[in-house]
């Protein structure tokens, strides 16, 4: 198994009024992901972590390194960057793409995938934090 080269976007609308504004969620993906070990042959955590992940400052960087190769899933971490999103996985449909929206859209289902649900992701809808 290789380690899953990951891209987050760190762009969407309040970037542009506030550069910092996305980088917490930015780096706290990264730290998450980064977290994950690879298993062993006994289904065992090795010190190894799964994720490579990279964080960029644009929809154009993320579709470069997809492009070359360098990339199997790109994040974008603001629903206003959907139409790149949507762009990015039709021109290269092997990636993985997703998008996490700071407020529901009310008049829009959620698609999440299941194996991204977990009691504390349940916790935080409950919650509304």
Do not use: H, W
């Not at 993320?62 to 139409?83: C, H, N």
């Not at 790149?84 to 039709?90: I, P, R, T, W």
């Not at 009310?106 to 349940?122: A, M, N, Q």
């Amino acid at each position: 198994m290789k380690q899953k080269r990951i891209v987050v976007v760190n762009d969407g609308i309040f970037k542009r009024q506030n550069l910092e504004s996305y980088m917490p969620f930015c780096n706290l993906l990264k730290r998450i992901f980064e977290g994950v070990k690879m298993v062993d042959g006994d289904g065992k955590d090795t010190d190894t972590p799964a994720a490579v992940v990279t964080v960029v400052d644009s929809a154009a960087k993320a579709v470069d390194l997809a492009a070359e190769g360098s990339a199997d899933m790109v994040i974008f971490v603001s629903e206003k960057m959907r139409t790149a999103a949507d762009k990015l996985k039709s021109d290269i449909s092997r990636l993985q793409v997703l998008v996490f929206t700071g407020k529901p859209d009310v008049d829009r289902p959620f698609l999440i995938p299941k194996e991204l649900v977990t009691l504390e992701g349940f916790r935080r809808m409950v919650l509304g934090m």
